[in-house]
């Protein structure tokens, strides 16, 4: 934009630094020119560039779009968790799994008319499994109950590995962090784009 076009456009945003009204023009030798035309180009903002953009979103960091809460079941056959002395039996328990995008690994590019926000892929941050919910039950589905520690520490581990291969086949999970995660970054950057077209993606 040429400095007489900002002077143009900014200057109903902006007063006068010597406090008078003050006519712009192409003539440098105006004695206004240099402090007015400092102040119509700070209002009319920063430049929007790819660059930019990314910052803002590097700064923001890893971006939680979804959770879940799990409720899971596992089967033990015999030997397969050798420090139970039971032959076979099931566990249970309850997990919430976080899910987004890491927003330091995205790539924007603008041009006249358009800013494009490319995502990378959405990602599991985090498996909590809740203690408590995890119960053992024999194959006639009564409850067991062991105390030790061996055992709670074992059993958390290998919940955490369960859900960690559900993950893997949860669409709606991931369908439904990519549709929130385009929401947020569309309302976290609609206003600093102005008038230019907002597309946010997901890479393929």
């Not at 240099?34 to 929007?48: H, K, T």
């Not at 039971?86 to 590019?109: C, H, P």
């Not at 369908?175 to 784009?193: C, D, N, P, R, Y």
Request: glycine letters at 4%.
């Amino acid at each position: 934009m040429r400095r007489e076009q900002i002077c143009d456009e900014q200057r109903k945003k902006w007063k006068p630094r010597h406090g008078k009204s003050c006519h712009l023009s192409s003539d440098r030798s105006n004695p206004c020119w240099n402090g007015c035309l400092s102040d119509a180009v700070a209002a009319a903002g920063p430049e929007i560039t790819g660059t930019f953009i990314d910052s803002k979103l590097e700064a923001a960091g890893e971006l939680t779009s979804a959770k879940m809460i799990y409720n899971g079941l596992i089967h033990y056959s015999d030997g397969s968790i050798p420090f139970l002395t039971q032959k076979a039996f099931n566990m249970t328990y309850r997990a919430e799994v976080r899910a987004g995008v890491d927003l330091s690994k995205a790539n924007t590019e603008v041009t006249d008319s358009e800013v494009t926000v490319t995502l990378p892929a959405v990602e599991i941050f985090d498996i909590s499994i809740d203690n408590d919910s995890i119960q053992y039950y024999d194959e006639k589905a009564a409850l067991l109950n062991w105390e030790r520690k061996e055992d709670a520490m074992d059993a958390i581990a290998s919940a955490k590995e369960d859900v960690e291969q559900q993950t893997k086949e949860m669409d709606d999970l991931e369908t439904m962090a990519q549709e929130q995660a385009k929401t947020l970054i569309t309302g976290m950057l609609s206003e600093m784009v102005g008038d230019k077209t907002l597309v946010v993606k997901f890479e393929e």
